[in-house]
């Protein structure tokens, strides 16, 4: 089973800009793809950016040009990188991975980190 820990998040102004992690640790065949999905009060967890295990990456409308996501496989590590930071990024944001095991296809997310952006 694949364990993910997130950090990086706190308060920052609009504007500004944060740096998310998420280490990976645990038993698994290979990682299939990693996202961060945010999630803010009342509203349903939404997909922010993946990246597939060939490169690949998709993110979502309200952060393209301003978020930017990546993976070091040499230290099993998931980043986003957050530019230009406005009030409704303000969420708890969680790391996912997908991943295969001699068991089977499964998927993992991390405990969240709370990302606050306000004056």
């Known amino acids: 089973q694949v364990q993910l820990v997130e950090s990086g998040g706190g308060l920052v102004q609009p504007g500004g800009s944060l740096g998310l992690s998420c280490a990976t640790s645990?038993?698994?065949?290979?990682?299939?793809?990693m996202a961060w999905y945010r999630q803010a009060p009342g509203n349903q967890r939404e997909l922010v950016a993946r990246?597939?295990?060939?490169?690949?990456?998709n993110y979502a409308d309200s952060v393209k040009g301003r978020f930017t996501i990546s993976r070091d496989n040499a230290k099993d590590t998931l980043y986003l990188q957050m530019n230009s930071l406005k009030p409704e990024d303000t969420a708890v944001y969680y790391c996912n991975a997908d991943y295969r095991t001699t068991g089977g296809l499964f998927s993992s997310w991390g405990q969240g980190t709370q990302v606050t952006v306000s004056s």
């Open positions: 645990g038993m698994y065949f290979t990682i299939n793809a």
């Open positions: 990246i597939f295990s060939g490169g690949f990456t």
